[in-house]
């Protein structure tokens, strides 16, 4: 079992084993939290991100993959590519960004960190209505919260603004 905890704050100072990334398909640090993560590690994670897609091609929507965290001091970063929101019909948009989240859990726990910080995937650029998002994202980390973790103890949900903090506070209680 993990405990869920939501904070508001800059996800590349928060004390971690691994932070989640919104990414892109391409996986090529844009504005947002990507752009965030990418100045904060150093350009090492480009070339990492770089070296993937040469080897394994573009990451697709719901899916994760992970590096290391450069310069910032986490044991890794793993990059979630979340659903456009207007590219999908609303409940293949939660399926998807559902599976951001679930993705990243069980990678993690291969991984076996035993926390991982999440900022509010899809709700920036990519339009998510961000109380369907707190509702979504909550809806899933509690359904999956009494699975058989062995590492991940700690689930943390980063805001970066007011608005998301207080539908999660709210989705998440
Ligand atoms: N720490 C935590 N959260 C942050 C930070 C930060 N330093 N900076 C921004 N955020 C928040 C935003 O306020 C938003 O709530 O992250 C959330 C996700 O917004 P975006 O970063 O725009 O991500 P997303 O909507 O998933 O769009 C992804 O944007 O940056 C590009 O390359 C990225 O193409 C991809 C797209």
Redesign the pocket.
């Known amino acids: 079992m993990y405990q869920i905890e939501t904070i508001q ?5 928060v004390r971690t084993d691994c932070i989640v990334n ?5 996986l ?10 990418h100045r904060a590690a150093g350009p090492v994670l480009g070339d990492a991100c770089a070296e993937y897609v040469r080897e394994h091609g573009l990451l697709p929507t719901g899916q994760v993959m992970h590096t290391g965290g450069g310069h910032i001091p986490v044991k890794g970063i793993i990059h979630a ?2 659903p ?1 929101y207007r590219e999908h019909l609303p409940d293949e948009s939660d399926r998807l960004l559902q599976a951001c989240y679930r993705n990243a859990l069980v990678l993690a726990e291969s991984l076996q960190y035993g926390s991982i910080a999440f ?10 209505p ?1 109380d369907r998002a707190a509702e979504v994202v909550c809806s899933g980390l509690h359904t999956w919260q009494t699975e058989n973790w062995t590492f991940v103890r700690r689930v943390i949900l ?4 007011d608005v ?1 903090l207080a539908f999660y506070q709210k989705s998440c209680s």
Do not use: R
């Open positions: 704050g800059d996800i590349t100072k919104a990414a892109n398909t391409w090529h640090g844009g504005g947002g939290v990507d752009g965030a993560i590519v979340g456009v900022p509010n995937i899809s709700t920036g650029v990519y339009g998510f961000k980063v805001c970066f603004d998301n």
